[in-house]
């Protein structure tokens, strides 16, 4: 099946720094969101991207579906950032939906 | 427009007893997806059931462990005989329909404890 990589594992920034955290697949994929797991552990949704760039306030996320990664932008961290942000993908190759999630990256603003 | 609901949110069982976990999806929505999520870990894939059908239960253990989504009321996933390790954070997730436009939207989760 699909393998979905992210990386930094782990990431701490001074509040105000920007970061940028990353999703490798390994294969085609009709599907990819962005989610911020928050400390109190509620799944947010960020970005619905299976191509392209978008943008929402200081973050952005891009992904190039013909290199089999994205990227998640992060301007201008806040302690609010917080939390473990995991990318989801949906393989092309498969006859039905099955969303396979990468094992996250941690994330600590600290003030 | 409600958002996916889950409940219980907590729950706490003695070893040996049973665990129904129930989740409404969102309106519209017939995609339904159960993900374990361990302490300190990412979310594990457990079950993919639309209205009446489970499509993929390849990430279910194969004993205790059972989930349906019927033609009416929510989707309920079912743990028999509940051990320690099945502690954990169970989250559901909707999404409307196809593929191409299958945006998940999750719950906000039901933690099971087991004493």
């Known amino acids: 099946g699909i393998q979905v990589e992210q990386s930094p594992p782990d990431l701490i920034l001074q509040e105000g720094a920007n970061s940028t955290l990353r999703c490798n697949f390994s294969d085609s994929v009709n599907n990819l969101q962005w989610f911020h797991q928050n400390p109190w552990g509620q799944l947010i949704n960020l970005f619905y991207?299976?191509?392209g760039t978008k943008q929402n306030g200081r973050l952005s996320a891009t992904t190039v579906a013909t290199e089999r990664y994205s990227l998640l932008y992060i301007s201008s961290s806040q302690t609010t950032d917080s939390g473990v942000y995991f990318c989801?993908?949906?393989?092309?190759?498969?006859?039905?939906?099955?969303?396979?999630f990468g094992p996250g990256t941690s994330l600590s603003v600290i003030p | 427009n409600a958002g996916v609901m889950q409940n219980p949110r907590h729950l706490v069982r003695r070893r040996g007893q049973e665990a129904r976990l129930r989740c409404s999806p969102m309106k519209g929505h017939s995609h339904v997806y159960w993900y374990r999520q361990l302490p300190e870990e990412g979310l594990k894939f457990m079950v993919y059931l639309q209205k009446e059908n489970i499509i993929d239960e390849s990430g279910m253990p194969k004993e205790r462990f059972s989930a349906e989504f019927p033609k009416e009321g929510p989707s309920i996933l079912r743990i028999q005989q509940v051990v320690r390790g099945d502690s954990a954070a169970y989250f559901c997730?909707?999404?409307?329909?196809?593929?191409?436009?299958?945006?998940?939207?999750f719950g906000e989760g039901s933690r099971l404890t087991v004493l």
């Open positions: 991207i299976p191509s």
């Open positions: 989801a993908v949906v393989a092309s190759k498969t006859s039905y939906d099955k969303v396979i």
């Open positions: 997730a909707s999404s409307p329909n196809s593929r191409d436009t299958g945006e998940l939207f």
